[in-house]
């Protein structure tokens, strides 16, 4: 296993509790940071309030020596001094990411974030929810805001998890136990979501509300191809090199 720090973005409903599982087997007890305070998404958040404060103070904290990797809902920026990490994270497609998060939502009771709590305070409907600032650009203006995702050195599918977790055990040299866990609590949330899928009204104005966040995940998923690419290009290397 490599030295190099591990930045993981979980990014809300892209498996990160799976993930999570199988970081926790890879990196145990004190070497795996969990930090889910930023919530990137509320906009009463020190990370969207006082921007240049939050990294300010983020950038003045250095790493615990024991910390070997970081996993949760933060803004990558906020590690910039953490030189030489590994950079990773998985991504959904964006209507199902936000159909899954919608309905989790709804399942959720109010716990303090300012978002949430005015979705359910005001009883939006799926396409209201939808045209949130926070959600049509959730992932290029919120949780990859100033981000350059060249810098990532591993970009993951959740359709493809398994297969992704193969290429990013190979990556870091380890091996790690996979769980496959089910974190929508609604009932009926598969029916619903075919339901939903199979209207072509909806279906039409959700994928027109997410079109910018559609052609940011499209892109990362020819980056994705890419690095899928370079790996195989080394292995083959590495064969033909072996004696």
């Not at 930045?7 to 509790?17: D, I, M, Q, R």
């Not at 983020?58 to 070997?68: E, Q, Y």
């Not at 994928?207 to 370079?230: H, P, S, V, Y």
Request: hydrophobic residues 45%; neutral net charge; proline residues 6%.
């Amino acid at each position: 296993m490599q030295d190099r720090p591990l930045l993981s973005v979980h990014v809300p409903k892209c498996a990160g509790t799976s993930f999570r599982a199988w970081l926790e087997s890879v990196f145990p007890g004190p070497q795996l940071l969990l930090d889910y305070d930023d919530r990137p998404i509320d906009p009463s958040s020190p990370m969207n309030t006082a921007t240049a404060a939050f990294l300010a103070a983020c950038h003045a904290r250095p790493l615990a020596a024991s910390v070997r990797a970081v996993h949760g809902h933060f803004w990558i920026r906020k590690y910039d001094h953490v030189l030489a990490a590994r950079r990773i994270t998985v991504l959904r497609h964006p209507l199902a990411r936000t159909l899954s998060h919608y309905y989790f939502w709804l399942e959720t009771p109010p716990h303090g974030h300012a978002l949430h709590d005015r979705v359910l305070g005001e009883r939006m409907t799926l396409l209201d929810f939808a045209a949130l600032p926070q959600m049509r650009w959730f992932y290029r203006d919120h949780f990859f805001r100033d981000v350059d995702m060249a810098t990532f050195d591993f970009i993951g599918d959740v359709d493809r998890l398994a297969e992704d977790i193969e290429r990013l055990e190979r990556l870091l040299g380890v091996k790690g136990h996979r769980v496959r866990v089910n974190e929508n609590p609604r009932a009926g949330y598969g029916a619903e979501i075919e339901r939903v899928l199979r209207d072509a009204r909806v279906r039409s104005a959700l994928e027109t509300l997410l079109a910018d966040d559609i052609a940011f995940f499209e892109a990362q998923m020819i980056r994705r191809a890419g690095q899928l690419d370079g790996a195989a290009t080394s292995e083959s290397a590495a064969g033909r090199s072996s004696p």
